[in-house]
């Protein structure tokens, strides 16, 4: 059984950081891409940052482009996301995400607030 468990969130300060982490269980972690994504209040929910299986290509949403840092560690069956220089509009649900078989997999998510 596929398992995505999110952790790390929570209320920071603007122009603070969090690292996001992703437990993942349940697949042959090293096989596929991860992805995290956030859903805002009363918005759709976009993809942030993409890595590949092997962690040697990554991309992002251009809003967090040079403040945030998608890694994994295959080892740990793990996936991060490093957040600095936070802004309100960071302020969501932040999700983990693979894919394959044709179908997604989602974490519970994990709530980010940035408010001074």
């Known amino acids: 059984q596929v398992q995505l468990v999110e952790s790390g969130g929570g209320l920071v300060q603007p122009g603070g950081s969090l690292r996001l982490s992703c437990a993942a269980s349940g697949f042959s972690f090293s096989d596929y891409r991860m992805s995290w994504y956030r859903q805002a209040p009363g918005k759709e929910r976009e993809l942030v940052a993409g890595?590949?299986?092997?962690?040697?290509?990554?991309n992002y949403v251009d809003s967090v482009k040079g403040r945030f840092t998608i890694s994994r560690d295959n080892a740990e069956s793990t996936v991060y996301l490093q957040m600095n220089s936070l802004k309100p509009e960071d302020t969501a649900v932040y999700y983990c995400?693979?894919?394959?078989?044709?179908?997604?997999?989602w974490g519970q998510g994990t709530q980010v607030t940035v408010s001074s």
């Open positions: 995400n693979t894919r394959f078989h044709g179908r997604d997999y």
């Open positions: 890595i590949t299986s092997a962690g040697d290509s990554t």
